[in-house]
């Protein structure tokens, strides 16, 4: 089963370049490739990358193409109402996987996560890392300890101690 990705291409633009584009055509191609390079290590997978259009923009709005695994939309608006439209329209899967959703907006990563989609972090996709992997690497490393947060090593006995007086 190919998993499917939903980005959010300027969210995601704008988080991987510090100075994108200024032409639309351009911006596209450099995050179709980056989506393209990141599918390439996942195997069977695809992804969807919306576009927002403003007032400007009209005329590409409803627009849309395909390169490989990559696809792309011009929303009417809002990327992130047109993406929350489609994870809602699709019960958060597509052919029998989970949809994802990636994307740093706080907001749009809880209207879905809230419709059952999962969500990931721009850079953490863009990585092009196999995603379980990727979680194993950063949480490795050494236990935190208390003395990490500015406390002593000291045992409490919270069920002796009143907590006021700690």
Known sequence: MARTYLVDAHNALYRLVPTPPENADAARRLIVDRAKASLAVRGEARAH????TTPLGRQRAGTHGRDGGVSWSYADGSADDEIVRLVREHGASHDGSRLAVVTD???????CSQLGAATLAVRDWFAAKDEPTYRAERQAGPPLTAADFGFSNEVIDLDAADPDDL
């Open 49 to 52: 990358l919306v576009f927002d």
């Open 105 to 111: 907006d706080r907001e749009l990563k809880g209207r």
